[in-house]
């Protein structure tokens, strides 16, 4: 992005400092420099007395990057008032004088419950698509019909998000704010809207979003937030099967499908509602074909990066090499909007059943990267994984405190992740897989499984043994 002289009132400092104390912030501990600060737009909405809540973004660079210095930027939004609010100073951001408003305190506005109310009220104002906003900006707030907001619900900011920051509207709807910002229509907000209109039962109903237009003179919006509906009685599905891999292990002389417990139900039923979200976003999207040799050289590249990082995939390299090659024979493949990046903890179990969630895709890739078509099989490879670690992150926990027990329960979280995967993809495929099907999802899952081997290397070592077993598995074929 464009790198915008910081106006003088604007402490760049306060601002570094700021992003260096958040849990959102991608850059922490690396050596950064605030380039820019962007003041895009007002939230409308202020009542008298209450602050003024003004759309920032900042645009960081670091030193430590690629020739040329790697970029982000990153929405700030503040909550300025003319007097310190010491209710908010875990949010405080900085102080300076504005040439136009005179001394500001400014906080950043999701801690603010005033300044979230400003949000809501734009929200109502909004009762159109096309949305309600600022020529002079390009700000705008826009909404999906079909549900009436209320303007009484109070505010509240979910903690322990890493990447975004989430507020909630009493038992109403939910705000999220995206905090890094890419030019071009974000995945899950246009993803959530097709579903929306689509009728979906299998998402949380998109009820409206906040977006900037052509700030880069791209011909690209840039999408701030999105408002959807509150899942009141939702569960983690991660949290739901490690409650269902607690009850086996506490269960020493007992089958997975004879305990309380037994996810094979909710597996099955998870299967189903994957196949329906599918089938939803093929009927919105475009759809088309891929190369199958294309496909198996990148998983071959892959491949290639990730030995060094891991050296014990070597002893794995000849039998993953052997399954990517299998792919290359498969001719023209069917590719669709998919979620791209799928795993239990992106699904929630709710009294109306099975919800998927958080359509942006895997955070390491490009927008243009998220929101190209792909194979299904691949959302299908991710729950596959995850119905692996679920177990195996239990049974590595009571190892820890217990090792005599771990090799029983090693051979009893195999039990439970095969039972599961089992009844998930039979529901998903409405049967038994084609050849084809079955080296396809073969490969994505390898695949996703090198990919593990990686991120564990690099962030939780001790780990690195569960995807490594799920690479011997598919080698051993």
Request: net charge negative; charged share 25%; with cysteine.
């Amino acid at each position: 992005m464009s790198q915008p002289a910081i106006p003088a009132h604007l402490d760049a400092g306060a601002f570094e400092t700021y992003l260096g104390r958040t849990r959102w912030f991608g850059g922490k501990g690396r050596p950064l420099q605030v380039r820019g600060v962007r003041r895009v737009g007002t939230v409308p909405g202020a009542l008298d007395g209450g602050p003024r809540v003004v759309l920032h973004l900042v645009d960081v660079a670091y030193s430590d990057g690629p020739v040329g210095g790697e970029q982000e930027t990153y929405q700030v939004p503040l909550s300025c008032y003319t007097h310190p609010e010491h209710r908010l100073d875990h949010a405080f951001i900085g102080w300076w004088e504005d040439p136009d408003h005179g001394w500001v305190h400014a906080y950043d506005a999701l801690h603010d419950r005033e300044a979230m109310a400003c949000w809501l009220r734009s929200f109502i104002a909004s009762r159109t698509e096309d949305g309600v906003g600022d020529p002079a900006t390009g700000l705008s707030f826009h909404r999906l019909p079909g549900h009436e907001l209320d303007p009484e619900t109070a505010a509240s900011l979910f903690t322990g998000e890493q990447s975004n920051s989430s507020v909630r509207f009493g038992e109403d709807a939910v705000l999220k704010v995206f905090r890094k910002v890419t030019p071009g229509a974000n995945p899950d907000i246009e993803i959530h809207a097709a579903l929306t209109r689509a009728g979906s039962d299998q998402v949380a109903a998109l009820y409206g979003w906040v977006q900037l237009d052509d700030p880069e003179g791209t011909g690209e919006p840039l999408h701030l937030a999105m408002l959807q509906e509150f899942l009141r009685t939702a569960t983690d599905g991660f949290d739901l099967a490690l409650s269902s891999v607690r009850n086996l292990f506490a269960e020493g002389d007992l089958h997975a499908h004879e305990v309380g417990g037994d996810f094979a139900g909710e597996a099955t039923r998870l299967g189903q509602s994957l196949a329906t979200v599918h089938e939803a976003m093929r009927e919105g999207f475009p759809t088309g074909t891929t190369d199958a040799r294309a496909l198996a050289a990148t998983m071959g590249a892959r491949l290639d990066d990730a030995l060094p990082v891991v050296p014990e995939l070597a002893a794995h390299e000849a039998a993953l090499r052997e399954v990517f090659a299998a792919v290359a024979d498969l001719g023209e493949l069917h590719v669709q909007r998919v979620h791209g990046d799928l795993h239990l903890g992106q699904t929630l179990r709710t009294t109306e059943g099975w919800k998927i969630v958080d359509f942006e895709g895997e955070p390491a890739k490009s927008l243009e990267e998220r929101t190209l078509p792909d194979s299904r099989w691949r959302d299908v490879a991710g729950m596959l994984r995850s119905f692996d670690y679920a177990p195996h992150v239990v049974e590595r926990t009571r190892a820890e405190t217990d090792p005599e027990v771990s090799a029983q329960l090693a051979v009893r979280a195999d039990e439970w992740a095969h039972r599961n995967r089992n009844h998930f993809l039979t529901a998903y495929a409405g049967g038994d897989l084609t050849e084809s099907q079955r080296v396809l999802l073969t490969a994505y899952t390898a695949d996703k499984a090198v990919y593990e081997c990686v991120y564990e290397t690099r962030n939780r070592p001790t780990w690195v043994s569960i995807p490594l077993a799920a690479v011997a598995r598919i080698g051993e074929r």
